[in-house]
């Protein structure tokens, strides 16, 4: 078993995080659309409860992902070209972003905030922060959707550079 990434693929734990992270990012837009376009339904109240402790795991699995690559960064496969590798970095940025926004306003609500029965922070007392609410209610969605469309583009090159072998990129993400 290869644990770090090299020239010529990622390692296991590159590829689990990758792979894992798309199955839980999956589950926590199927959350946002469910909010979005069902309110006040039962499809709602199924995927809705999950939307913000998801989001805080997502935050941690991200910085943690960051890290890994840094980690890796000098020996890790080469990006097919400068776009791939700035849209790989903006990835990065939007999965940080679209949480880090949302918990600003959860924490400038006041309100006591916990994930998974965890406490995240305590509320307080007295006025609430007025640049948190608004970073968050101004951005945390629009954000989620930008990454959204970013995803279906990184997909969609995924497979379209399937059809060049020297930019057939899937095998060092999977095998
Ligand atoms: C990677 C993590 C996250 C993604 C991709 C994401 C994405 C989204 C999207 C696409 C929406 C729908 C926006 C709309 O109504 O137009 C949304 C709504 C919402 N999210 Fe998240 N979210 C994430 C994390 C979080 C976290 C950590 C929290 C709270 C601690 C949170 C709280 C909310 C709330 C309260 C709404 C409904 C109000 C609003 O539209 O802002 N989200 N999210
Ligand atoms: C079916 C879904 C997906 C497919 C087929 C796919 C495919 C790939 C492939 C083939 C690579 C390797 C690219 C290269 O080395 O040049 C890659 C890397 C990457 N993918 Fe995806 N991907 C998917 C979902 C996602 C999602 C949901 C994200 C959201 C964050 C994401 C973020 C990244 C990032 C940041 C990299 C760079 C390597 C790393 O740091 O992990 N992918 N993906």
């Known amino acids: 078993m290869q644990i770090k990434d090299n020239s010529e693929k990622y ?10 992270m798309a199955l839980l990012i999956l589950w926590q837009f199927l959350s946002a659309a469910a909010h979005y376009f069902f309110e006040d339904t039962t499809i709602e109240a199924f995927f809705w409860p999950t939307h913000k402790p998801l989001g805080v795991l ?18 890790r ?7 791939a590798k700035l849209g790989h970095m903006t990835l990065y940025l ?11 306003r959860q924490y400038g609500s006041g309100r006591a905030f916990e994930a998974f029965g965890v406490p995240v922070f305590a509320g307080f007392e007295g006025e609430k922060i007025k640049w948190m609410l608004d970073l968050g209610s ?32 899937l095998p060092r993400m999977l095998k």
């Not at 997502?58 to 020996?75: D, G």
């Open 138 to 169: 101004n951005f945390h969605g629009e954000l989620g959707w930008v990454l959204l469309a970013l995803i279906v583009g990184h997909i969609v090159m995924a497979y379209r550079h399937r059809k060049n072998p020297n930019t057939d990129v």
């Open 77 to 83: 496969p080469p990006s097919v070209g400068l776009l």
């Open 58 to 75: 997502l935050l941690l699995l991200m910085v943690l992902r960051l890290l890994w690559a840094l980690v890796n960064h000098s020996n």
């Open 94 to 104: 939007l999965v940080i972003a679209t949480p880090t926004v949302a918990l600003l």
């Open 11 to 20: 390692g296991t734990i590159s590829k689990f995080l990758h792979w894992g």
